[in-house]
């Protein structure tokens, strides 16, 4: 499969990506890992006439631990999360979920921005940040600005950052106490069918604070807050874990395909949710 | 479109191929280069056949315009061994029957190949952790997984002998 012919362009700073994209408007994107785009074009269902190449721009890359909170560039890749010393320290959880995303040679080249900035419902990443309460960087001819990952995912593959935006960097409080990304996949390689992110902080024997949110079970990543609440101040008993389950169900609307019907997608998200509870609460 | 003067290493050799843009590494190498050892299998980026190391990373070469990899030192099953000299792999594959069709193997002996570099001791399972990305429709993976391990266990003794 040969994709639709197109001009390439490599820039090593972000002003001339910028430049690029502000020139050709809808016609240009940039290209990350490729890992997701590379297959749409091969298939003609992404027209890209001018492909820019982010894998040269330096100050995309880079993971930071300062002042308790995390940084990471968009261009670092899954790999490189996965092999972090920071990342396992400051949020295992970011760990824990890289190594569930797609196949080794994928994650040697997919990226926290493009993982993040595609919007595919699919992609793990997006969950996981609305659990940490991330905040997401774009910059574009207006410059730099900040935006909640709770409120960045409009639609399917439709996402509060503008096209001649570039997503540069996401970063999130360190995170404590315990924490699970749990998934269901029919094989390796494959997006969830469920997926649940979950961080706990326990005090004394009792849910401090709870945030948990959902992959693929909607056409944006779900953050629960009812779920959350639900475990607060309990003592993680079954019965509060049910009530997080089902005040999760309320706020999840998943579509029949390939991975099942809507009534085996909330039966599997109800037990992914439960085991994640139960993982990080083991952990808290 | 304009077409690229593109600069590889692969196998030790430098090469200076012209390009266009939309043409995928996998093609350069098997057209361009004649180094047919990685197969295009999916061409879709779930299969691996297509398997090669590039800068110490196992990269499917169908999922990489031949532009992006400009600069970059490549390895294919050709330059891993040949069949006078084989890589320990190679010899394990052949050993404990890692093959049946043999489709999948240059790419699943890439990757092991860069599994065992970052990992020189694995479990079983992180060998099937980290083949994840081959697919093979034979063997059912009981051999190849022997034959990994097999060939690590090799690697370690040749390593602790020579110490």
């Known amino acids: 499969m040969i994709p639709a012919s197109f001009e390439y362009y490599r820039p090593d700073n972000i002003a001339a990506a910028l430049a690029v994209l502000e020139e050709h408007g809808d016609d240009a994107r940039v290209i990350a890992g490729g890992h997701s785009l590379i ?5 003609r ?64 080249m997919g990226t926290v921005g493009g993982n993040i ?22 910059v574009g001819p207006n410059g730099e600005r900040d ?58 024997s009792t849910v401090s604070t709870a945030s948990i949110a959902m992959t693929n079970l909607s056409d944006v990543p779900v ?38 019907p809507v009534e085996f997608k909330r039966h599997v998200a109800g037990v992914i949710l439960s085991r994640a509870i139960e993982r990080a609460w083991s952990r808290a | 479109m304009t077409k690229h003067h593109i600069k590889l290493k692969v196998n030790g050799t430098e090469h200076d191929v012209l390009a266009e843009p939309r043409e ?13 050892g990685p197969h295009v299998g999916c061409e879709t980026s779930h ?11 196992s990269v499917k070469a169908c999922t990489m315009f031949t532009v992006q990899a400009a600069g970059t ?20 594959f052949r050993e404990h029957h890692g093959l049946q069709c043999g489709f999948c193997t240059p790419g699943m002996i890439t990757r092991a190949y860069r599994l065992l570099q970052e990992n020189p001791t694995p479990t079983e399972e992180d060998v099937r952790f980290g083949i994840a990305g081959n697919l093979c429709r034979c063997t059912g993976y009981q051999n190849i997984v022997k034959s990994v391990m097999a060939a690590a266990s090799e690697l370690n003794t040749a390593k602790e002998a020579a110490q």
Do not use: W
């Open chain 1, 39 to 43: 297959p749409m074009m091969k298939l």
């Open chain 1, 45 to 108: 269902m992404a027209d890209v006439p001018h492909l820019i190449d982010l894998q040269d721009v330096k100050d995309l890359r880079g993971i930071k631990v300062a002042g308790g909170t995390v940084t990471i560039g968009a261009m670092v890749t899954q790999a490189e999360l996965i092999s972090s010393q920071d990342i396992a320290q400051a949020a295992p959880i970011m760990h824990e979920a890289a190594l569930q995303i797609a196949d080794p040679q994928v994650r040697y």
């Open chain 1, 117 to 138: 900035a595609n919007g595919d419902p699919g992609n793990d990443l997006p969950g996981l940040m609305q659990c940490l309460d991330a905040t997401l960087t774009v």
């Open chain 1, 147 to 204: 935006i909640a990952a709770r409120e960045f995912y409009e639609a399917a593959y439709m996402t509060a950052r503008e096209d001649d935006e570039i997503l540069t960097k996401v970063s999130f409080a360190a995170t404590e106490g315990g924490y699970a990304y749990e998934k269901q996949k029919r094989k390796i390689g494959d997006y969830a069918t469920a997926a649940a992110s979950v961080l706990l902080t326990k005090e004394g």
């Open chain 1, 223 to 260: 953050f629960s807050e009812e779920a959350g609440a639900a475990l607060q101040g309990s003592s993680c008993d079954t019965d509060a874990v049910k009530a997080a389950v089902a005040a999760m169900l309320e706020d999840i609307e998943p579509n029949e395909d390939n991975r099942g």
């Open chain 2, 24 to 36: 995928l590494l996998i093609h350069t190498l098997r057209e361009q280069l004649d180094l047919k």
């Open chain 2, 47 to 57: 299969c691996g056949a297509c398997t090669v190391d590039l800068d110490g990373k």
């Open chain 2, 73 to 92: 030192d490549i390895t294919t099953i050709e330059g891993i061994g040949t069949p006078d000299a084989m890589h320990v792999l190679q010899e394990a």
